[in-house]
């Protein structure tokens, strides 16, 4: 078996993901895991796949074939790694820079991120635009929450932090 990595673009419509999953499962592919979104009336999406050896040029092909998308496909490899799983959501009132501020923190730290989702939208009661990010991280051995957890929230006094361990 391999395992494959697609990253896809294309205008958004409706029935993409059916069509990218009949297109895996023709091609004797297992959908192993994925994370997509509408961006801008875009969808962007990345999926891995695995799928017998046998069947890999043919899906490749395939996929490549999409009409209307820009697809990316690269042999996955898989290197775990060694550390504490947790949960990251950081909220704060939206600004230039706080996404580079944030990963500038984890980066320091040498915390690896599995997932990250950003959102920005209103303030319920005041309508001041907030943002948002959930992520999965990797804390390696030696890292403690605490560290993170202070130093998240010295960037600003409305960022709100809080981390679950998994």
Do not use: C
């Amino acid at each position: 078996m391999k395992t494959l990595v697609a990253t896809l673009i294309g205008p958004d419509k409706t029935g993409l993901v059916k069509q990218l999953a009949t297109l895996i499962k023709q091609h004797h592919g297992s959908w192993q895991a994925s994370a997509m979104s509408e961006l801008a009336g875009y969808f962007a999406g990345i999926v891995e796949i695995r799928v017998p050896e046998e069947h890999r040029e043919s899906l490749s092909h395939a996929l490549g074939k999409l009409p209307n998308f820009q697809v990316q496909l690269v042999e996955g490899s898989h290197q775990p790694l060694q550390g504490q799983t947790l949960k990251l959501t950081v909220t704060a009132n939206d600004r230039l820079g706080i996404i580079d501020e944030v990963t500038d923190i984890l980066n320091q730290l040498n915390i690896s991120v599995k997932t990250l989702k950003t959102d920005s939208h209103p303030a319920p009661i005041t309508g001041i635009m907030l943002f948002e990010a959930n992520s999965t991280l990797t804390l390696p051995h030696g890292q403690t929450l605490n560290d993170l957890q202070t130093r998240l929230e010295a960037l600003s006094d409305d960022l709100v932090v809080d981390i679950d361990l998994i």
